[in-house]
């Protein structure tokens, strides 16, 4: 079952512009990833952030929790064409070492 | 240091036969995860081993297997096949210490089920 839920399911933009991916949750969290999957690929890891950490940055990242609201957020900026990918949430829960992922965002990136 | 290699990258099978996936983490890495993804059910866990044992376990029917082997190397395997199995099958290692540590992922293999 999925744990993380993004939104919106797909985002189309022009280069140069910013774009941010949502993500919900339903359950307290030890931590929250993002990952980011080219068509076909295997994902690759983003950004970690912990349940007691409010917002990362690494370099045009930057994500923010707020595990009061249960959410999160991917904020990508100044985007490329090559930013094109599914961006995916996973939450690492209770006792678990197993990160639950969402279904994804689709980000398609214009030149 | 080399990535996480899977293979083989495609699959064509028929409804019944089964299949053997492999998967070769990242040297030093003990734990090894193996995820299902197809476009309705997104990315769902199979299993995850540890140091040769089952550590974690999905809501996946008996017919998908997996094991470890001493060098970290992992196989999973899904006997009488059905259309249903068609999916990119991802594997993903870590070192498995803690909850704070990322997956290293393979390319995945995609199994079509004819």
């Known amino acids: 079952s999925q744990q993380g839920e993004e939104d919106p399911q797909a985002l189309s933009i022009q280069e140069g512009e910013n774009a941010t991916m949502n993500c919900s949750y339903k359950?307290?969290?030890?931590?929250l990833q993002w990952y980011r999957q080219n068509s076909g690929r295997g994902l690759v890891h983003l950004i970690l952030i912990r349940s007691n950490e409010r917002e990362k940055h690494s370099g045009r990242l930057r994500v923010t929790l707020d595990t009061s609201k249960k959410s999160s957020s991917l904020l990508i900026t100044a985007s490329r064409a090559a930013d094109t990918a599914s961006y995916f949430c996973a939450t690492v829960s209770g006792g678990s070492y197993i990160p639950t992922f969402g279904r994804g965002t689709s980000l398609i990136v214009h030149p | 240091k080399a990535g996480v290699t899977q293979t083989p990258r495609y699959l064509i099978k028929t409804r019944g036969q089964q299949v053997t996936l492999s998967c070769s983490p990242i040297s030093g890495h003990r734990s090894v995860s193996w995820y299902q993804q197809t476009p309705g059910q997104g990315l769902q866990f199979l299993f995850e081993y540890f140091s040769e044992t089952q550590r974690n376990k999905g809501n996946f029917p008996g017919r998908f297997s997996g094991r470890q082997f001493s060098n970290s190397r992992s196989e999973m395997n899904v006997s009488t096949l059905e259309l249903g199995d068609s999916a990119l099958y991802l594997c993903a290692s870590s070192s498995g210490a803690g909850y704070n540590e990322k997956l290293f992922f393979g390319s995945g293999t995609q199994l079509s089920v004819l």
């Open positions: 359950t307290s969290i030890n931590n």
